[in-house]
Every structure is written in C-alpha cells, then in structure tokens.
C-alpha cells in the first residue's frame, strides 16, 4: 500500500515538474533554464529534483524517452496492412490524437527550436515497416524510390504536425488524419511509375 502511494507520488512531482519545465522552454532555450527557477516554478525543493534527474538535459531525455515509447505503443497497437494502403485515417488519428494528448511538448519539441535529434527519432519510428509495406504494395518501385518517398513523405507530416502545433491542435485528430491520408495518397503516385 505504501509503495502504491509513493509511486503516486513520484507521479505527481515529476509531472509538476515536466509542467514547469514545458511552461519555461516556452519562455526560453533549453540551455538557458536552472535547476533553480525549475524547482521555484514547480514549488519544489531541487533536492527532489535531483532525486530524479542528474540535470536539465536528463529531464528533457527522460521525456522524449517516455514520448517516444508511448507511441511505440500506439503504432504497435495499429493494424495497418500492407494492401490497406487507403485506410490511414484511422491509424493516423490514433497518432494525432496521442501527439495532440501530449501537446505541450509536441509545441515545443516541433516548434522554432525545435529539437532535431528528437524528430529525427519520429522520422525513423516507422521507417523500417514502411519501407518494408510499401515495398510490397508497390513491387514494381525500386528500394530508391521508396527511400525518397518515405523521407518525403515523413518530412510533410512533421510539417503538417508543425502547422497543427501553431493552431494550438484547434483542429481535430480526425480531420488531420484525413488531410493526411489523402497528401500521403497523392504522393504515392511517385511509386507507380518506374525511376529514370
């Protein structure tokens, strides 16, 4: 019972602090930010941040790991079959709605100063299932040309994330995951004719 409540606990705290540290990297750069004022603006003491991070960077680590292993989850619960290549949109809303879930840090990690190391781990999440999808759904396309089209299309969905993130997620999952699939159904055209 007691551990139930400690870990509840150490729920809340690292919470009030990912809060305060999302509120702060708003204002300014990640380097920028102290111990210090995170603690003051989390109403902690930095001993209890310390009891959980070595420093700001392990902080920030610690939440891109946990972001990114959440839509580990996500994709993994996602049946998206290789010849089901138009039936994105639900599979697409379910990674929307879990980045608009997560917003805060979504408006930070794909805004100005965004972190590219960061996308770059969203970018290549997915890229070996598909590549391998595509290939089969289009077997007449060159390894080549679904490598382009992949980075293509990876990058215009981390722009579309971005232009999601400056309208404040206003919009709903759905209609972005429709806007989506059809950029991405548009795009596959690129794979039915052979690279010259």
Request: glycine share 4%; charged share 25%; net charge negative.
């Amino acid at each position: 019972m007691e551990e139930k409540k400690e870990s509840a606990r150490v729920r809340v705290t690292k919470q009030l602090l990912r809060n305060a540290f999302t509120e702060l990297l708003m204002e300014k750069p990640i380097q920028n930010i102290t111990v210090r004022e995170l603690c003051e603006k989390a109403s902690l003491n930095r001993g209890t941040f310390y009891m959980h991070y070595t420093d700001i960077y392990a902080l920030m680590e610690t939440i891109e790991s946990e972001m990114v292993m959440d839509l580990q989850n996500v994709l993994e619960g996602l049946d998206v079959s290789p010849g089901n290549v138009r039936g994105l949109v639900e599979p697409c809303r379910k990674i929307f709605e879990f980045l608009k879930q997560n917003s805060d840090m979504c408006t930070i990690l794909l805004g100005e100063n965004s972190d590219f190391v960061f996308v770059n781990r969203l970018i290549d999440m997915g890229k070996a299932s598909c590549l391998r999808q595509y290939m089969e759904c289009y077997p007449t396309a060159s390894e080549k040309q679904v490598e382009y089209f992949y980075s293509f299309v990876s990058s215009g969905c981390i722009g579309l994330l971005r232009q999601w993130a400056s309208n404040e997620f206003r919009d709903s999952a759905k209609s972005i995951a429709v806007m989506a699939e059809d950029l991405l159904m548009g795009a596959t055209r690129a794979l039915a004719a052979p690279m010259e």
